[in-house]
């Protein structure tokens, strides 16, 4: 085998290892606003389509482990990297502006574990279900109370784990009450999967 062949072999192999690559939805960012300021993005880096209306949220209020609220998603083709933006219908109006989906039960605060599902698959977890945490998960860096949280970019798959222990800075970076100047996009790391096929090259990307 040729030098060539072996360093094609080499960076093909380093592609596919260096990037993760993300194989479903997760939720990308997350609101914890003012009064009724409450939304939650949902990101598509999967490079499938994907019906929303598969998906739901579940909120566990308190230290819950039986949901107190039940959001069915839209009938939306996501395409892949798309976002979804869900707003409390309640919501002040510059939010409501960037809102997918509007929902009354979309009420949470800091200490209310969030759950995406897929039937009754866990996709994503916000917090650990039937913990109560106080006011808030909490760390140096924030909290889940009085911030939006938004997904690291090299997270690249959700949590799927409802019962481990939630350390909010690990995967998620804290800007002040209020801001919701990034719904509508993300940005990542991650290689997609498009037809079992891994797209090679670069893979920093922003999605709008």
Known sequence: MNKFALILIALTLMAGSAFAQTTDLFISEYVEGSSNNKALEIFNGSGDLINLSEYSL??????????????????????????????????????????????????????????????????????????????????????????TLRRRPEICNGDNDTTDDFDVCMEWNFFVVDTFDGLGQHSTDCASVANGINKLGSVKAVYR
């Open 58 to 147: 579940l909120i566990y209020a308190n230290g819950g482990s039986t949901p107190a609220q039940t959001i069915v998603l839209d009938e939306t083709i996501m395409d892949t990297g798309d976002t979804f933006v869900l707003v409390n219908s309640n919501a002040g109006a510059e939010l409501l502006a960037l809102a997918n989906q509007t929902s009354g039960n979309l009420t949470f605060n800091g200490d209310d574990a969030v759950v995406l599902v897929k039937s009754d698959d866990v996709i994503d977890c916000i917090g650990t279900v039937g913990f109560d945490p106080g006011s808030a998960w909490s760390c140096d860096d924030g909290s889940t109370v009085n911030n």
